[in-house]
């Protein structure tokens, strides 16, 4: 891209904060940084590409905010405290006015959590955006999927339902003017809130943790599957929005459904064992964040996702067939 060094200086310098562990930053082949002795650095990519995740009509805002909280997230599931990041951007042209948009919603939430962009690539193509999130933690401290235990309680932080009622409003093209709820539910698709500082505080309380990116059954499978156990869930203990309620006219079970299969949350859902819920109740209620317990870890095998999650109503087993999320692909 011809005026690729202006850009890159006018969007990507300023904006920025500086960090003591930065030993280079942009502007040579490769950035430097030091990491605290005994530390290992946890490392994590996702993209976005417009039409896929994202539409192409977004406000830039919400798609630089998204694509650096998809990658907190992430950080976040390991336990993590992130640092360092760096940004890949494809744009078919240099369109200053989507980029100012695009840095308030990437630097804004950047500076949140003190983390410095040390590098990257511009060039030009179809638009879409890689990001590289990378945090410190304290050396074998991680929080992996593969620790759950038999009688582990299974937690998910927020509320879920509402990023899927976020998805389906943002592609109903045929409502010209949109409820306030609707406006509601579509922001919270693009706004998740990355709980990093939470996860870094309950760190040592959990046996396993990851972010729900693809829906929490799917995810929560991949818990199950690498630790070889299998869970029971009582649907009555996700946690619902008031929103989500009304947008499905008071049907709980169409809300539960959609809880469970609802993608793009970016809520962490972790495992503990039943002797740490008064810690890990301390530690929320001191950050001010919510989480439930929805269900356990049971001691069988994993076999597959539709025998090793058991759906319930508090005692009565459920025989729900639900869809797994998908991204909008087809839909654009
Ligand atoms: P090279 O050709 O050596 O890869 P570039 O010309 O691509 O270098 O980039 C010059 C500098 O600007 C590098 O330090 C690179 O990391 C940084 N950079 C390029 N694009 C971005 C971006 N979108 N965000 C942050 N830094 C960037
Ligand atoms: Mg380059």
Not at 76 to 86: I, L, N, R, Y
Not at 100 to 121: M, R, T
Not at 135 to 141: A, D, F, N, T, Y
Request: aromatic share 6%; glycine share 8%.
């Amino acid at each position: 891209m011809s005026s690729e060094f202006n850009l890159i200086d006018k969007f990507f310098v300023h904006g920025n904060l500086t960090r003591e562990d930065v030993d280079l930053g942009i502007g040579d082949d490769c950035a430097l940084v030091t990491v605290p002795e005994n530390h290992q650095v946890a490392i994590t990519t996702d993209t976005l590409a417009a039409g896929t995740h994202f539409l192409a009509t977004a406000s830039p805002i919400s798609v630089g905010y998204k694509a650096l909280a998809s990658n907190l997230s992430d950080i976040a599931a390991m336990g993590a405290k992130p640092t360092w990041v760096s940004l890949a951007l494809t744009l078919p042209e240099p369109d200053e006015e989507w980029l100012n948009g695009f840095c308030e919603g990437f630097f804004g939430l950047a500076k949140q959590h003190h983390v410095q962009l040390i590098g990257g690539d511009t060039t030009k193509g179809p638009l879409s955006i890689t990001i590289t999130v990378q945090g410190i933690l304290p050396r074998g401290e991680a929080l992996t999927r593969k620790g759950a235990k038999a009688g582990d309680d299974i937690y998910v932080t927020g509320l879920l339902g509402d990023s899927a009622a976020g998805l389906e409003v943002l592609l109903n093209t045929s409502k010209q003017i949109k409820t306030e709820l609707e406006l509601e539910l579509e922001r919270r698709h693009y706004y998740s809130t990355p709980r990093v500082e939470l996860a870094q505080r309950l760190r040592h309380l959990c046996h396993s943790a990851l972010d729900i990116s693809d829906g929490l059954i799917s995810d929560l499978a991949h818990i199950l599957k690498q630790s070889n156990v299998r869970a029971y869930i009582d649907v009555d203990q996700l946690p619902i929005s008031d929103e989500l309620m009304q947008y499905f006219a008071g049907s709980r079970e169409q809300c539960q459904k959609t809880a469970l299969t609802s993608g793009e949350e970016y809520e962490l859902c972790f495992t503990a064992p039943k002797e740490n819920r008064e810690a890990i109740k301390q530690i929320t209620t001191l950050l001010n964040q919510n989480v439930s317990i929805i269900g356990e870890i049971v001691d069988e095998p994993f076999t597959n996702i539709q025998d090793s999650v058991q759906l319930h109503r508090q005692i009565s087993k459920l025989d729900w067939t639900l869809h797994g999320y998908d991204h909008f692909r087809s839909n654009v």
